[in-house]
């Protein structure tokens, strides 16, 4: 049991996954960072110094024992943006990945040099054809 699963940990498949797990998750941080840090500031400039974030409609307000009790819209519009800024970069790197595929396939490939049986097999067919 113990060499099957040192065969799947180390086949190629399981490590290039693991590899993309890791390098998306810290892709992840950078996009939030991005949207967190520059985005949304510049966003609250444009609406007035709105912070988008914090929007929330409050269905009870905090009393001496209870907190308030509210739907935080704001940190829902900002995931989604975050979201989206995620999935259109990976679109976007998909989409050159495959570009490069393409244009590496439309090369065009010489045809294969003819063997030596060809050459001969043509040769004859020359012959034959200038006795006719």
Same mark, same amino acid.
Do not use: E, H, R, T
């Given at each position: 049991m113990l060499d099957e699963f040192k065969k799947f940990a180390l086949r190629g498949n399981v490590v290039d996954l $693991? =590899? +993309?797990v890791i390098i998306g998750g810290a892709f992840g941080k950078i996009v939030t960072s991005l949207v967190n840090?520059? #985005?949304?500031?510049? !966003? +609250?400039v444009i609406t007035g110094n709105v912070n988008l974030a914090a929007l929330k409609w409050t269905i009870s307000q905090a009393t001496e024992g209870t907190e308030e009790l509210s739907i935080n819209y704001g940190q829902f519009l900002q995931s989604m943006l975050d979201f989206? !800024? =995620? $999935?259109? /970069? %990976?679109?976007? %790197? =998909? &989409? !050159? #990945?495959?570009n490069i595929r393409k244009k590496e396939e439309e090369k065009p490939t010489l045809p294969p040099k003819p063997s030596n049986e060809e050459l001969v097999l043509t040769e004859i067919r020359? %012959? !034959? &054809? /200038?006795? &006719?």
């Open positions: $693991a =590899v +993309g840090d520059l #985005i949304m500031p510049v !966003l +609250g989206i !800024l =995620v $999935a259109f /970069s %990976i679109f976007m %790197i =998909v &989409k !050159l #990945i495959n020359d %012959i !034959l &054809k /200038s006795q &006719k």
